[in-house]
């Protein structure tokens, strides 16, 4: 199997992992301060992978200079990206939080426009990306109406925050990552480097630092740390290595897409003639994303 291929399965199994990822930082943040929730959960996780590649001498420790782009691309997607939709997702809807996720791809694409850096953008791919968007916006019409509610305007300003850092942070990855360098050692620096800033957020707006100490608190750590966080992270550098920025992103049009298959498959829940619409437009823009131009 090609690389390439590779990287296409690993994406795939990035919209798995992390399409699970919401509902156990539901059942987390109940527990857990949000921004420590991160601290603990990232931290954690970029310690055991730096731990794997020094034990399996996979490579050098890169120098100083890389390992500072490393860590403020961490801060970037980690701190940034998981801990402001962490925070926002205790004041909004998971459908608009789906909604404003589902951006992620857009704002890819402009920063890549901005960054003029190695990622070629064509009119092809941009495309798709505004029709799988207008797919989303189909599955997820109802959520269009809690933008306007009040009490929802502190998490819709933590998820648009999200998706900014998180976008900046998957492009500056694209552009900085060496590819000689391991894949779990990128994934180590940048998720270590976003867990020790979960702390200095933690330290500055978490409301208070009480842990309450449950078992469904714990085991949604230890997965979001573990499956969440060191192997779903280090796929996603793999698959930055090997695809753009704008395709990598796309696991935010698939997640619901899996999400609600899964749940009329197996939980008997109701599938309309919205959601199949969304869906055939989501599918229809990332096979666009994905087609090479003639």
């Known amino acids: 199997m090609s690389a390439t291929n590779r990287a296409y399965l690993a994406l795939a199994l990035i919209c798995i992992i992390w399409g699970t990822t919401y509902t156990a930082i539901k059942y987390a943040v109940v527990d857990f301060p949000p921004f420590l929730l991160v601290g603990i959960r990232q931290t954690a996780a970029g310690l055991l992978l730096l731990a794997l590649a020094w034990l399996g001498g996979r490579s050098a420790m890169p120098d100083s200079r890389y ?22 997702m205790q004041y909004v809807s998971s459908g608009l939080a789906a909604i404003i996720g589902s951006l992620t ?3 890819v694409v402009l920063i890549s426009l901005a960054w003029h850096g190695k990622e070629r953008i064509h009119a092809r791919m941009i495309a798709g990306v505004l029709v799988g968007f ?4 189909l599955i997820f019409r109802e959520g269009w109406q809690d933008f306007v509610r009040p ?18 942070g998957t492009v500056m990855a694209k552009q900085w990552n060496a590819p000689g360098v391991s894949p779990l050692i990128n994934a180590g620096l940048q998720i270590t480097s976003g867990g020790l800033g979960g702390f200095a957020l933690s330290a500055l707006f ?3 630092h ?17 499956i969440g966080s060191a192997l779903a992270f280090t796929l996603y550098m793999f698959v930055l290595k090997h695809l753009s920025a704008t395709i990598s992103s796309l696991y935010t049009y698939i997640n619901p897409v899996v999400a609600i298959l899964l ?12 959601e199949i619409a969304g869906m055939g437009l989501t599918i229809l823009g990332v096979w666009i994303v994905n087609t090479r131009r003639t």
């Open 206 to 208: 978490d409301q208070h």
């Open 263 to 274: 749940g009329w498959l197996l939980l008997n829940e109701s599938l309309t003639a919205w």
């Open 151 to 168: 009490e929802f305007r502190w998490g819709i300003a933590g998820c648009f925050a999200s998706c900014i850092t998180w976008s900046l």
């Open 105 to 107: 791809p857009i704002v």
């Open 210 to 226: 009480t842990i309450h100490h449950t078992f469904n608190g714990w085991m949604s750590v230890a997965y979001l740390a573990i």
């Open 134 to 137: 207008a797919g989303m916006a």
């Open 67 to 88: 390992i500072r782009l490393q860590m403020l691309t961490g801060l970037a997607t980690i701190t940034g990206g998981n801990g402001f939709i962490t925070w926002g």
